[in-house]
């Protein structure tokens, strides 16, 4: 079974960044889209970033636009998410999770990153 692992996350400053990263091991991810999803206490899961298993295509979620960029090395097999400019509200568990496409539901998920945004 593929198994994802999140790594990267921390506490940070308002304003800082952070870049989160989404591995694989025994199963290659280029097959695969991954998105970004996260999650605050008391809050529902939230997308926050996606790309297609080439690279080609990305979206965000209004949120993070200007601020999160998501790539991807498939040679490494490992998806990331740069994180600039974080503010407090970016407080939450970072998942990364795959899929067929952006659009399509997400299958495998990760368990998970903290990220903190605080003074």
């Known amino acids: 079974q593929l198994q994802l692992v999140e790594s990267g996350g921390g506490l940070v400053h308002p304003g800082g960044s952070l870049r989160l990263s989404c591995a694989a091991s025994?199963?290659?991810?280029?097959?695969?889209?991954i998105g970004w999803f996260r999650q605050a206490p008391g809050r529902e899961r939230e997308a926050v970033s996606c790309?297609?298993?080439?690279?080609?295509?990305?979206n965000n979620a209004d949120s993070v636009k200007g601020r999160f960029t998501i790539s991807r090395d498939n040679a490494k097999n490992t998806v990331y998410l740069q994180m600039n400019s974080l503010k407090p509200e970016d407080t939450a568990i970072y998942y990364c999770?795959?899929?067929?496409?952006?659009?399509?539901?997400?299958?495998?998920w990760g368990q998970g990153t903290q990220v903190t945004v605080s003074s």
């Open positions: 025994r199963y290659t991810l280029e097959y695969y889209a």
């Open positions: 790309i297609s298993r080439n690279g080609g295509y990305t």
């Open positions: 999770a795959t899929a067929l496409g952006c659009t399509d539901p997400y299958d495998y």
